[in-house]
């Protein structure tokens, strides 16, 4: 006979091994990622975050991973997510649609788009919804090049959202949640702060209330996602920042909201603005 174990016992073993671990203080060290074009410096803490912000202090997911993944973040020859940068760069470049034009054929050069990752998701009166980076590509594509747009959180599309994130590197996210984004923003808090799952956890069990320590094996971060796409040693891809949130809902035994979703948009909304001040760091390189 099988043993059914209710919410609440779950949530005490979790509880327990939480409260059995270690208070990990994190990295001291500085991130400076050394690209083609010279240093750039990474703001992964923020000591005085903006004002309502639920946690006292701001830390990228970077403070959090061990030193030789640190490490790889630090030099691009190193980062394992800089290949589907390369290949994204090869994309833009390369016509397709109705149309028969490229990216560059618009835009020139991918650091056209510097400042774009910084401020996203964002509302678009135009589109009359909250668009992510995924929604911006997908909709040049449609609209200015005739072609089909990429599955949202697939790799053609996580691969360019590296390579037009990269573009901010080092710039502070700035994400604002005002005027009518404000219901998508509220609509993500409500997400983030809700009991799911069989476990009976939300993001904030993790990532407010226990960051900085072990469970399981892993180092638990504040979630932040300026680092993404991230790639992870773990699966050897890059990730989208829907991808994770899936990951995550799954791991506490909850059903995922679809990749793509409004759900999800809106999480990535509120998510992203707990992390203003935070540099656009993509594509980290995370556990």
């Avoid at 997510?81 to 994204?88: L, S, T």
């Avoid at 476990?199 to 209330?209: G, I, K």
């Avoid at 932040?224 to 992870?232: C, L, S, T, V």
């Amino acid at each position: 006979m099988k043993r059914i174990m209710t919410s609440a016992m779950i949530g005490g073993l979790v509880a327990a091994s939480l409260g059995f671990a270690a208070q990990a203080e994190g990295t001291k060290d500085s991130l400076v990622i050394n690209g083609e074009d010279g240093p750039v410096k990474i703001i992964t803490h923020v000591k005085n975050p903006p004002a309502g912000s639920p946690l006292p202090e701001l830390f990228s997911g970077w403070v959090f991973r061990s030193k030789e993944t640190r490490a790889l973040e630090a030099d691009d020859f190193d980062n394992p997510g800089m290949i589907f940068v390369e290949q994204a760069w090869e994309t833009w470049n390369t016509p397709d649609g109705k149309a028969g034009k490229s990216c560059a054929d618009c835009h020139g050069e991918p650091s056209s788009m510097k400042g774009l990752r910084a401020v996203l998701p964002r509302w678009d009166d135009k589109q009359g919804k909250l668009m992510t980076l995924e929604d911006y590509i997908n909709w040049s594509r449609v609209e200015h090049m005739g072609a089909k747009p990429w599955k949202y959180g697939g790799g053609q599309l996580t691969s360019m959202v590296a390579l037009i994130s990269l573009q901010s590197r080092g710039m502070p996210v700035n994400v604002k949640t005002d005027g009518p984004a404000k219901k998508m923003w509220e609509l993500g808090k409500k997400i983030y702060y809700t009991r799911v799952g069989q476990l009976d956890m939300a993001c904030s069990n993790c990532h407010e209330d226990n960051y900085g320590k072990y469970i399981r094996a892993d180092h638990l971060s504040q979630g932040q996602i300026n680092g993404f796409p991230a790639y992870r040693l773990k699966n050897a891809k890059l990730n989208s920042v829907h991808a994770r949130f899936k990951g995550c809902m799954k791991n506490i035994r909850a059903k995922p909201y679809k990749v793509g979703s409004d759900e999800f948009r809106a999480l990535e909304l509120y998510v992203a603005s707990r992390g203003n001040g935070l540099s656009v760091e993509a594509p980290s390189v995370r556990n």
